[in-house]
């Protein structure tokens, strides 16, 4: 494979950069040492601008071309530094040292290669243009995508197109998967709030029994996906919260579900948002409770431009060889706050194979540093074909 020879000879100073950001995760917003040490790195490798506080905690580099950088065409190239609430259960010499955090989704690798692309762009400005590297916080539903873009990053660093990269296990190492359109689902968080009758648990007949409320809801829930979104649109609701009661002979008064809506179209979002209204207090009203549903509109659609992704793709190939790119890969239904940024500019989200791990957010993940140069070199690769001198 035709990895950047600069990037090969770096690939154990970036394993280094990686291994010590997993080993202190932080969480949502709170990467101060995250980012201050992507600062000071870029700072270090000569980046014309290194802005924090983006978004809040966000981190920005500056990196123009050396062939005529001033004025020319501005692209941005996104990666992620938080972690998530999980114990680490992996035994690495680098295992996280903060009890209850761990970066079991790879940004931690993410944060890395982008620093290796920013170092050689910065050291060998063989492009005609400006390149903005992008540290985000708050992926893993703080919305830190959201808030850099609200911030006004786009307008303040003049960015014309956005490109993102994540880890993808199961891909093989070595190969890189896209595809134009929809390909990650937009989430959405559902709380529903139960009111019954509490009550002694040896008199269920003169309660209102909200844990069967509950049950029966989330039951009937299942039933929208299966019988009201059409067979060929994909769907996901899934309720991973049941909060009632404290003791086992009294029927609470109260009960709390919490969960998540998945869609890949506008069109099914709205269906499932519609239905759950329905189907929540329906079902309550037939135990002679009551229910209401929050619907809160989170992450959108992670939707990929046409002629983006299929730059994206040709990128890759020059790096790993078009055999090794699939630009037709199954939309998944996880979801991702890119997406924020793909509604604000043209751009491709593109996954890069991390080989036979445990899966993303699993307490025995870790990122596979062998994909390191090849994320690294399709960052270097995509801004020099991107912006040719």
């Given at each position: 494979m035709p990895i950047v020879n600069r990037i090969a000879a770096m690939h154990g100073e970036i394993t280094a950069w990686r291994r010590d950001i997993h080993a202190h995760p932080e969480l949502l917003y709170d990467v101060q040492r995250t980012a201050a040490t992507v600062a000071d790195k870029l700072k270090r490798f000569?980046?014309?601008?290194?802005?924090?506080?983006?978004?809040?905690?966000?981190?920005?580099g500056v990196i123009r071309g050396g062939k005529g950088g001033e004025g020319g065409r501005v692209i941005g190239l996104r990666a992620d530094m938080d972690a998530l609430p999980i114990q680490e259960a992996g035994d690495v010499p680098y295992k996280s040292t903060v009890p209850g955090k761990m970066h079991a989704c790879g940004h931690d690798g993410h944060t890395a290669m982008l620093l290796g692309a920013a170092q050689y762009l910065a050291e060998t400005r063989n492009f005609a243009g400006t390149a903005i590297v992008i540290f985000q916080p708050a992926e893993e539903g703080g919305g830190g995508g959201r808030a850099m873009v609200q911030d006004g990053m786009m307008d303040r660093f003049r960015i014309e197109e956005v490109y993102g990269m994540h880890n993808y296990p199961g891909l093989p190492v070595g190969q890189f998967a896209l595809r134009p359109g929809p390909l990650m689902a937009a989430a959405d968080r559902i709380t529903i709030e139960i009111e019954g009758r509490g009550g002694h648990a040896a008199r269920p007949h003169v309660a209102i029994d909200t844990v069967l409320v509950g049950a029966q809801i989330i039951n009937q829930i299942q039933s929208i996906v299966a019988r009201n979104v059409d067979p060929l649109n994909a769907a996901v609701i899934s309720i991973c919260v049941f909060q009632a009661g404290s003791t086992d002979n009294v029927i609470p008064q109260t009960a709390l579900l919490r969960g998540t809506a998945r869609s890949l179209t506008p069109e099914v979002r709205d269906l499932l948002e519609q239905r759950l209204h329905e189907v929540v207090t329906g079902t309550?009203?037939?135990?002679?409770?009551?229910?209401?549903?929050?619907?809160?509109?989170?992450?959108?659609?992670?939707?990929?431009?046409?002629?983006?992704?299929?730059?994206?793709?040709?990128?890759?190939?020059?790096?790993v060889g078009r055999e090794r790119v699939d630009d037709d890969v199954a939309p998944?239904?996880?979801?991702?706050?890119?997406?924020?940024?793909?509604?604000?500019?043209?751009?491709?989200?593109?996954?890069?194979?991390?080989g036979d791990s445990a899966g993303l957010h699993h307490p025995a993940y870790d990122f596979n540093d062998e994909a390191i140069p090849i994320g690294a070199s399709y960052w270097v690769k995509l801004v020099e074909t991107a912006l040719p001198g």
């Open positions: 000569g980046c014309d601008e290194v802005v924090t506080g983006i978004g809040r905690t966000g981190v920005v309550a009203r037939l135990y002679g409770a009551t229910a209401k549903l929050t619907y809160r509109r989170d992450y959108p659609i992670t939707r990929n431009h046409e002629q983006q992704a299929a730059f994206a793709a040709s990128v890759a190939a020059q790096v998944v239904m996880g979801a991702e706050d890119f997406s924020f940024m793909l509604e604000a500019r043209p751009g491709a989200f593109i996954f890069v194979g991390n």
